[in-house]
């Protein structure tokens, strides 16, 4: 495992050498996990979500037609360039590219009504997801679902999926008064914040 949060080169050089490097558009296992993501974001309709951890779109193009606004965030501007065609057809979507936590989007608090983080968090530090939480419930909507996605296989990233998504609500449950609840598929796990 690494100690410090992948940084923005690490991922362009994925990027770089297979345009889809988790196989997001073909594999089933992030079919049947995309279709449990979206039945525990709920159907919406979200005036403004805000989708961190984006990477080529497939995800966001599912989540666009629930969403009045859709902010898709991801750190290569490699994976942003196939996030941008897959949705060109979606005005309401509208992508940053940015490093979290430090680049995240200046948005003005209480004005997300969904985040949802998929397959992110561990690939931060654990410093960097205590931060990237706090950041999170200061533009989260009271009452609005924040939704965890994380692989909890191995990895040699600077946490597991399980410890990054505890860390999250961890300090989620310092800072707020929120409720969760986990779902455990074979090799993820999904949470809902509300």
Request: hydrophobic content about 40%.
């Amino acid at each position: 495992m690494t100690d410090g949060s992948w940084s923005r080169s690490v991922f362009e050089q994925l990027y770089k050498q297979n345009p889809d490097p988790w196989s997001f558009e073909t594999s089933p296992y992030e079919n049947s996990k995309y279709i449990a993501t979206l039945a525990h974001a709920g159907p919406g309709p979200f005036d403004f979500a805000l989708e961190l951890g984006c990477s080529i779109g497939v995800l966001t193009a599912s989540l666009a037609p629930r969403c009045h606004h859709l902010l898709a965030v991801d750190i290569a501007e490699t994976a942003l360039a196939n996030a941008r065609l897959r949705c060109a057809s979606l005005p309401n979507v509208i992508f940053h590219r940015g490093q979290l936590p430090e680049e995240f989007p200046l948005l003005a608090e209480n004005s997300c009504d969904l985040i949802l983080i998929s397959e992110l968090l561990y690939f931060l530090s654990p410093t960097d997801i205590a931060r990237l939480a706090r950041q999170c419930l200061a533009v989260r909507r009271t009452d609005a679902p924040l939704i965890l996605v994380n692989w909890t296989g191995k990895t040699d990233t600077p946490c597991t999926g399980n410890q990054a998504a505890e860390l999250f609500i961890e300090t989620c449950l310092k800072n707020t008064t929120i409720s969760y609840f986990t779902d455990r598929a074979d090799s993820y796990r999904i949470d809902r914040l509300t």
